[in-house]
């Protein structure tokens, strides 16, 4: 029987080594944690997925380690480049989101602003590799950076897509996030240090954050609420899935990111409920933080508020304010 993937990568001690696989297929492993399958398929899709960027969100780790485990033993067939990565190890033996600085602020060239992060050096790595993944592909870039969030949500799935600059949103993947269960999708309006804009960027992949429901601690997940994104990657690496040219994304609630609540000192308060959910409305007229002399104040009755955290370090985001969009 195959080892588990996840374990191995776990493994401190383990020196990397390619596994010969009961397909025929090999698994390199480029760095810790980071396996790379049917390298030589350029005319395919090329397929990056990352889970474990923060580490404490266990379901989508567990998701892909199983995933893996069975392209291994030949249930699931491969019919495509895959590269996985379990990105932020230390985080994940620890049961952390992260131990010095969140790693999902450190991509798109930011780890150069934290010499001293041990998750800098890692979000380098990282970096590089998919940017060596992508660099020969002549198929599909595809890249979905898999998450749990740390509240509940009105949508309990959603979507985030990078900053585009000038490309339109791909409409095609649009149509796969909606079948794949995903309830709503941000489309970001500004670049940022998120692993997903920096493949998107640098890389001109289809690249999406995917919060895929709560954090919960290993053993502790209900898989079968994962079964959409599960079934979906699992057609979209045997090759089962079929595009669907023309499908109605009417019924997928779109939103655009408005602005950022930044905090910028110790001053900043958030005057929100500590449970408040992502995607919560925000009556128009409410105070929703105040750092000093700065005053966040809803406007219009439709606006609402994603990933709230007041508890970040000074100079980074402490939430979202999202408005309805549509697509052009």
């Known amino acids: 029987m195959t080892p588990s993937f996840l374990q ?10 390619d596994w010969p696989l009961a397909n025929g297929l090999f698994a390199r492993w480029l760095a810790p944690g980071c396996v790379e399958l049917n390298r030589d398929a350029l005319d395919g899709d090329s397929i990056l997925l990352s889970c474990g960027v923060h580490g404490n969100e266990t379901a989508p780790i567990e998701v892909v380690d199983e995933m893996l485990r069975d392209i291994a033993e030949s249930r699931l067939p491969l019919r495509c480049r895959l590269l996985v990565m379990f990105a932020n190890l230390d985080a994940i033996r620890q049961g952390v989101r992260y131990g010095n600085y969140d790693m999902n602020r450190l991509f798109n060239g930011a780890h150069a602003k934290q010499p001293g992060a041990p998750e800098a050096a890692r979000a380098a790595e990282l970096e590089k590799l998919a940017e060596s993944f992508f660099e020969p592909a002549r198929g599909r870039r595809l890249h979905y950076d898999l998450h749990t969030a740390i509240r509940g949500s009105a949508f309990e799935k959603f979507a985030i897509s990078p900053f585009l600059h000038q490309r339109p949103p791909n409409r095609e993947q649009l149509a796969w996030l909606s079948r794949c269960g995903i309830e709503a999708v941000l489309l970001h309006s500004a670049p940022a240090n998120t692993f997903s804009y920096h493949t998107s960027r640098c890389c001109r992949a289809d690249a999406f954050t995917l919060e895929l429901g ?115």
């Open 8 to 17: 191995y990568a776990l493994s401190a001690s383990a020196p990397l080594a």
């Open 214 to 328: 709560k954090a919960r601690p290993f053993g502790q997940n209900d898989l079968s609420r994962f079964s959409g994104i599960d079934q979906a990657l699992r057609q979209l690496l045997s090759g089962a899935d079929s595009p669907a040219d023309g499908e109605d994304l009417s019924a997928l609630p779109l939103f655009r990111a408005k602005y950022d609540l930044i905090k910028r000192s110790d001053a900043f308060r958030l005057h929100l409920a500590d449970d408040v959910e992502n995607f919560t409305v925000l009556p128009d007229g409410m105070l929703i933080a105040e750092d000093g002399d700065a005053r966040y104040i809803a406007r219009g009755g439709e606006e609402r508020i994603l990933f709230p955290n007041p508890g970040v370090k000074p100079g980074l985001r402490a939430g979202i304010v999202v408005e309805p969009a549509a697509l052009d």
